[in-house]
T-cell receptor, first 112, second 111 residues
């Protein structure tokens, strides 16, 4: 069966520090991969999605970047965090072809 | 550019009654619609979906209705139970790649 792993669950970082969140999917190949963010009191904002290794689509110009170095690995990064980067970050995957997204357990990021 | 909108941030209903959650979208190219349920500090979980070629899909207590001409969908929960209390997200997809979510509606079912 397929599983998605996302870590860490909680992260507290100072402003200006770098960020690296990692997500891996097991039990499938060539999935579509996604990063979403839920800011306090807001909905799920699509940040990046990837349909293959090295292929990244960015939805919102911002302080973040994403990379897909391997088929089932998706990384969210920042060189210098801002206060506004605080939020609940969710990785998700989608088998192709299929309609549903499956989410990881999320990372609560607090930038202080 | 918010292509999927949930205009009601919260909804409170009595146990046993019907809960109706609404969602509007702007992109006529969306061909698949989904509802997700989310508890605090957890990832959303899939609840029910509907293809654009249908106008209704039912799964137990949950029914999703799609009105393509109005670009509107709704989720009905009958009867509502306290365990249904969560945030519900509407999502729309233009297959095969992206998926857009609304802002969510917090449902509270009172015993």
């Amino acid at each position: 069966s397929q599983t998605i792993h996302q870590w860490p669950a909680t992260l507290v970082q100072p402003v200006g520090s770098p960020l690296s969140l990692e997500c891996t999917v097991e039990g499938t190949s060539n999935p579509n991969l996604y990063w979403y963010r839920q800011a306090a009191g807001r909905g799920l904002q699509l940040l990046f999605y990837s349909v293959g290794i090295g292929q990244i689509s960015s939805e919102v110009p911002q302080n973040l970047s994403a990379s897909r170095p391997q088929d089932r690995q998706f990384i969210l990064s920042s060189k210098k965090l801002l206060l506004s980067d605080s939020g609940f970050y969710l990785c998700a995957w989608r088998p192709v072809p299929a309609e549903k997204l499956f989410f990881g357990s999320g990372t609560q990021l607090s930038v202080l | 550019d918010q292509q999927v909108k949930q205009n009601s941030p919260s909804l409170s209903v009595q146990e046993g009654r019907i809960s109706i959650l609404n969602c509007d979208y702007t992109n006529s190219m969306f061909d698949y619609f989904l509802w997700y349920k989310k508890y605090p500090a957890e990832g959303p979980t899939f609840l029910i979906s509907i293809s654009s070629i249908k106008d209704k899909n039912e799964d137990g207590r949950f029914t999703v209705f799609l009105n393509k001409s109005a670009k509107h969908l709704s989720l009905h929960i009958v009867p509502s139970q306290p365990g249904d209390s969560a945030v519900y997200f509407c999502a729309a997809s233009e297959l095969p790649d992206d998926m857009r979510f609304g802002a969510g509606t917090r449902l509270t079912v009172k015993p």
